[in-house]
């Protein structure tokens, strides 16, 4: 069967978008094809900064003929609903439609349409102009002179060149040579913009990739990644060094070169006073290149080493054993260059050199100039009264500019500085409950958004909290509290780490806390796929501090909000069902008043180990019997009983049966009221007995109204006893 072979070759495509591109460009084609009644047995996609390629195996080289036939109007029917029925059936005259008769319904006509196969290479060659000209990039362009003209091509970047061939392994290929605003799809390519300029002849795929690999062109994405990561370990391991990898930007990196070649460069020692950071993010930023660390440095040697620095006093003098090996960088840098230069690439180390030094002098200078005074301290004295801020401390000046100067954190919602004292109230609260030293708490809550007045966030703003904890550190505050400032943002999302220390897990609270009765007070709540405020990963953060550190807190005596709580509940679901948990275990457990979400996932965890035992079976037959009986009667509009009384109890099976319900009611509260969930659903579990022999000597709908009340009061006992652990009748099973 035959293969296709597709490449769109443009000016260079922006990394972030060649992935997601790719996968468009297959998805596009293969759905076209297989619309068109083509079939293939795979498909897969390549990319580079400057092509989009497909490589379609074994396609049908013809779509299958097509026979239709189209039920049409009564015979008899009005003029206007048969001249419909022949427009719709493509159909000139009644007379090329066929009569059909129905016993019931009558004569009827019958358009049969026939649609002959039609040639891969037709279908293709109509369906590719299209998806060209609609391709849901993200952004694109227009250029030249036919930018002018209406409905001109959009493209990412100028696209240059179409190569699409189609044929089997052993003959030769055609070209399905479609037009795209004067661009005629062929078998002509073209290699490296430096390095092989010139036009390559293709035939099928694999001579395809085989002559771009001499044209200095890798296509493959994920060997392009492997070339870079395994060439920057190996040159970083001649020098002594270890790569710091970062696989984010070895993605970027792979999209902004064909042919990539890995170089080394360095910068002055004094740099490496600045945090490491400031150094790999402007390094990353500016330069898109990687940093180093020393290979198996030990303690002396670090303090040996950074004692030449000058700023080494920035650090106490001193390096932690436990401090990570990032912290620890050499002044080597790895960049990923696409030209393999004739010189061994010292001019481009040369040149990227110069670029990571002046890039590092500001970051140096953002640094010293936030360890120092800001102009004006008077003006702050108001603002250092309100927070009970030291003007001689760095970071406490920042706090106080921040609200001297009314900075807006939302327009509905105030200033910065008034979030800050919302935050500072509710920590105080919050503390009382975590546990946390309600002094460090408070001096952190006061100092957590104090670094975003600092130069060194300004200019980076994802070191918001890190630089915070390090002029914190600087500036003498307590450990606890200078994690906190880091602390308070996480966790940022699914996989990020969650704060330990009893302070920063108060101070993260109420600061998630505030930002969700914030927005959800002037009614800015996500919707659909939009949320511009990132509220639902604000909610889910909350609900990893309370589970995964145990942490007993009452949502509603917080926020008073039942419509907040109620979205709290849905991030509850999505980690809990993440974790394992079956949708219908949670639904049991969980009801509208719920808002201790702690408690909530200790229920549906006991409840997931309990149920799949034998106790658990038979709890849930044993309850599930009666609550769906007395479910029925009460939805008919039977009376049922205010309570059980026992004189009317006149058969054994049904006495015994409300002995064993007072019996494990009582067992099973007492469990409750100490938390032990597991052994108040083994109470409840021996039910199951005197529940069955119930059903099988007593009628509950007795001809005794009184009787058959008192026996339905019977089983609300039941429902109400194990409603005190979860609603089984939600259980499956």
């Given at each position: ?11 260079e ?51 299958a ?89 959009r ?12 044929g ?50 890798i296509?493959?994405?994920?060997r ?26 070895l ?37 898109k ?76 200078h ?17 603002s ?72 060194a ?78 509220l ?101 509009g ?8 026992e ?52 009628l ?34």
């Amino acid at each position: 069967m035959p293969d296709l072979l597709l490449e769109l070759r443009s000016e260079e495509i922006p990394a972030r978008m060649q992935r997601k591109a790719a996968g468009d460009l297959k998805k596009l084609v293969t759905d076209a094809l297989v619309e068109a009644g083509l079939s293939y047995e795979g498909a897969r996609e390549y990319w580079t900064p400057r092509r989009l390629t497909l490589d379609i195996r074994g396609v049908t080289a013809r779509s299958a003929d097509v026979r239709e036939e189209r039920k049409g109007p009564r015979t008899d029917a009005n003029e206007k609903a048969i001249e419909g029925f022949l427009r719709g059936a493509g159909l000139s005259s009644v007379s090329e439609a066929q009569v059909q008769s129905d016993p019931k319904k009558g004569d009827f006509y019958v358009a049969v349409i026939s649609k002959p196969g039609r040639a891969a290479e037709e279908i293709v060659a109509d369906v590719m102009p299209g998806i060209v000209r609609d391709f849901p990039w993200p952004k694109s362009m227009r250029w030249g002179k036919a930018s002018a003209k209406p409905g001109s091509l959009r493209w990412v970047r100028p696209l240059q060149s179409i190569v699409c061939t189609f044929g089997t392994e052993h003959e030769e290929t055609v070209v399905i040579p479609f037009e795209i605003d004067g661009i005629v799809a062929s078998n002509v390519t073209y290699g490296h913009r430096f390095h092989a300029p010139g036009p390559i002849t293709v035939k099928r795929f694999d001579d395809y990739v085989s002559s771009l690999d001499k044209a200095k062109v890798i296509l493959d994405a994920e060997r392009r990644k492997d070339i870079i990561l395994h060439d920057a370990r190996g040159i970083a391991f001649a020098n002594g060094l270890e790569l710091v990898e970062d696989e984010g930007l070895l993605e970027e990196v792979s999209g902004l070169v064909e042919w990539p070649q890995v170089l080394m460069g360095s910068f002055e020692e004094d740099y490496l006073s600045i945090p490491s950071e400031i150094i790999r993010l402007t390094i990353k930023t500016n330069q898109k290149c990687f940093v180093t660390r020393r290979q198996n440095e030990d303690l002396a040697a670090a303090e040996q080493y950074y004692s030449k620095i000058p700023e080494f006093g920035a650090f106490g003098g001193k390096v932690e054993l436990g401090e990570p090996k990032e912290q620890r960088l050499s002044n080597r840098f790895i960049l990923v260059s696409n030209i393999q230069a004739t010189d061994g690439g010292k001019e481009i180390i040369h040149g990227n050199g110069k670029v990571v030094r002046a890039r590092l002098s500001d970051a140096l200078h953002f640094w010293k100039r936030d360890q120092g005074d800001l102009p004006d301290l008077e003006m702050l004295e108001a603002s250092a009264a309100k927070f009970g801020l030291d003007l001689k401390k760095p970071l406490d000046q920042r706090m106080a500019k921040l609200d001297t100067l009314n900075v807006t954190f939302h327009a509905k919602l105030g200033s910065q500085g008034e979030r800050v004292s919302r935050i500072r109230t509710l920590a105080a609260e919050l503390a009382k409950i975590t546990g946390a030293d309600p002094v460090k708490v408070d001096r952190a809550a006061v100092l957590a958004k104090a670094d975003l007045r600092t130069e060194a966030v300004g200019e980076f703003p994802e070191l918001q909290g890190l630089m915070g904890r390090k002029y914190a550190g600087l500036q003498g505050e307590d450990t606890s509290v200078a994690a906190a400032i880091e602390d308070h943002y996480k966790p940022q999302g699914p996989s990020d780490r969650v704060p330990d220390d009893k302070v920063a897990i108060t101070v993260a609270l109420a600061d998630k806390l505030d930002t969700l009765i914030g927005f959800w007070a002037i009614d800015e709540k996500p919707t659909g796929s939009k949320d511009p405020y990132a509220l639902r990963r604000a909610a889910l953060g909350v609900v990893r501090i309370l589970l995964e550190r145990k942490v007993r807190l009452p949502l509603l005596a917080v926020m008073k909000d039942a419509d907040l709580l109620a979205f709290f509940h849905d991030r509850l679901k999505v980690y809990l069902r993440d974790q394992g948990a079956r949708y219908d275990l949670i639904d049991s457990v969980l009801t509208s008043e719920a808002d201790d979400l702690l408690m909530v996932a200790r229920r549906v965890e006991a409840l997931t180990a309990f149920i799949t035992s034998e106790d658990g079976k038979n709890l849930l037959a044993g309850t599930k019997r009666a609550t769906q009986l007395l479910a029925a009667e009460e939805k008919k509009g039977t009376v049922v009983a205010d309570g059980v009384s026992e004189s009317l109890l006149t058969l054994d099976a049904e006495k015994d049966l409300f002995a064993a319900v007072t019996k494990a009611s009582a067992e099973a509260a007492k469990a409750i009221a100490g938390e032990d969930f597991r052994s108040a659903m083994a109470a409840l579990s021996t039910l199951r007995a005197p529940v069955d022999r119930f059903f099988g000597d007593v009628l509950v709908n007795d001809e005794d109204a009184a009787i058959r009340a008192n026996r339905l009061a019977l089983l609300r006992l039941i429902r109400e006893a194990t409603g005190t652990v979860a609603d089984f009748s939600k259980i499956a099973g």
